[in-house]
């Protein structure tokens, strides 16, 4: 019976548990779920996009840093198309420059947004720990930790249908990241899930995949709960102490 039970799942049972996960995706955050129902304003809007910045500039480091690890050339010849999605090349805009366009169609300029310096302290330890996990686990962990892209398309979709309806001042040519993200998203995820259902294939590996999974849910929830008390609690970092002269 014991062994029975270590058994491994089957490809399609351990891809449900995976997409169980989804029940936690930080489109369920009080934040998001808010922001989704139009209530947030524009103060708070812009501080989302600023620090959802922080952690778009640092994927394409995460990738970088898995590829620098990962011997299999197949799937760096499929991964280095993620470093392009955000950084972009000659000629071709990528996510990064996109996501500053929406910085500015929200009423950010494009230094105070690319000088970091809204970026919570809450926000960058959640996005520096996931950066890190991927720099210092095996590369096959890190792939399995891009899952999340599981629920991305309905994150953007939403976005693409609410936001001109409740935000209307923001400029509609700024939402073109979450257009580009749609099919991006569905295409990286095919991968990613392909070579997670085939290399964690042990009861122990694909348990340790869920938590992988979970940790990521929880660097997105976490940044989250941060813009929270900053913007909606109005308890920024140190708000309680006398500002430094």
Request: aromatic fraction near 12%; hydrophobic fraction near 45%.
């Amino acid at each position: 019976m014991a062994a029975m039970a270590d058994a491994p799942w089957s490809p399609e049972v351990f891809e449900a548990r995976l997409r169980a996960l989804g029940a936690r995706y930080h489109i369920h955050h009080p934040f998001h779920v808010r922001m989704y129902g139009g209530a947030l304003n524009p103060d708070q809007i812009r501080g989302w996009v600023a620090n959802r910045y922080y952690y778009q500039i640092n994927i394409p480091l995460k990738d970088a840093a898995l590829m620098a690890k990962c011997p299999d050339r197949d799937v760096r010849r499929h991964w280095v198309q993620r470093i392009i999605d955000h950084d972009g090349r000659t000629g071709e805009e990528g996510g990064i420059e996109a996501w500053i366009r929406l910085g500015e169609a929200v009423g950010l300029d494009r230094e105070t947004l690319v000088s970091q310096r809204m970026v919570l302290p809450g926000v960058r330890f959640a996005v520096d720990a996931y950066v890190n996990f991927v720099r210092q686990a095996p590369w096959e962990e890190g792939i399995c930790s891009s899952l999340t892209e599981l629920f991305a398309p309905e994150i953007h979709q939403q976005r693409l249908q609410s936001w001109p309806e409740r935000y209307p001042w923001i400029e509609a040519a700024g939402l073109q990241y979450f257009r580009n993200r749609l099919s991006e998203a569905r295409r990286d995820v095919e991968h990613g899930l392909a070579f997670t259902l085939a290399h964690f294939n042990t009861r122990p590996l694909q348990e340790r995949a869920l938590a992988i999974v979970q940790f990521k849910l929880d660097v997105l929830w976490t940044m989250l709960d941060a813009m929270t008390l900053a913007y909606e609690q109005d308890m920024p970092p140190y708000f309680n102490v006398a500002a430094p002269a």
